[in-house]
Every structure is written in structure tokens, then in C-alpha cells.
């Protein structure tokens, strides 16, 4: 099986990048889709962004869509999730998440491994 631990989350103003990694071990990472997903108070999980064994296939929510970039290196079995254009509404703990079967899929179920997450705080 394999452990994701992410880094990278901080306090941001808006307008801000930052960039997210996950770290994968455990298991050989080629062999998992890897997403995304956030979560602020009060609310449920969502889909950022999501990327195929590959890297080849991508898929991102519409409010994330030519802000944020996901990409992966399989040599250091990582994944990346690149936020240009920061927003308030982005705030939340920040997830990743990994998959055998389901590839760039949006939904929270699809998913058998996560991290602990990662606080991401933009400020206005």
C-alpha cells in the first residue's frame, strides 16, 4: 500500500502562488492515478485536480481550471499541485490522494489512500 505525506501548505495573501508536493513510498507510485482534493471548514470534499499514471492525462475543477497545474515526477515519486492566482476561496486543508483503478476521476470515493493534508491559508 502506499503513504502520501504532503508539504508545501502556508499563509498566503491573494494573488499569491504556491506549490504543494506529495510524497509517495511504500509501493511503486507509477502505478497510481493521483488527485488533489480540499477541504475548508464546514464543508464537504472537493476535486481540485487529478493526473493519470502517466502524467499524460489531467483533469481540474472548473473554479481551479488555468490557476492551478498538477504534474508528477515517477523518479521521485511525487506529485505536485502548482497554485498561481490564489483566492480567499481557496483556503482549506489540501489533500492527496491516490488510486489504482480510477483514472482522473473527481469523485471522493474513487480514492483508496490520502494524507494527512496540508493547511493552505490566503488571505485577502
Not at 82 to 98: G, H, I, R
Request: hydrophobic share 35%; aromatic share 12%; net charge positive.
Amino acid at each position: 500500500q502506499v503513504q502520501l505525506v504532503e508539504f508545501g501548505g502556508g499563509l498566503v495573501q491573494a494573488g499569491d502562488s504556491l506549490r504543494l508536493s506529495c510524497a509517495a513510498s511504500g509501493d511503486t507510485f507509477s502505478s497510481y492515478h493521483m488527485a488533489w482534493f480540499r477541504q475548508a471548514p464546514g464543508k464537504e470534499r472537493e476535486f481540485v485536480a487529478a493526473i493519470g499514471r502517466s502524467g499524460g492525462i489531467t483533469n481540474y475543477d472548473n473554479t481551479v481550471k488555468g490557476r492551478f497545474t498538477i504534474s508528477r515526477d515517477n523518479a521521485k515519486n511525487t506529485v505536485y499541485l502548482q497554485m498561481n492566482s490564489l483566492k480567499p476561496e481557496d483556503t482549506a486543508v489540501y489533500y492527496c490522494a491516490a488510486s489504482r483503478i480510477s483514472m482522473t476521476s473527481a469523485r471522493v470515493g474513487s480514492y483508496a489512500y490520502w494524507g494527512q493534508g496540508t493547511q493552505v491559508t490566503v488571505s485577502s
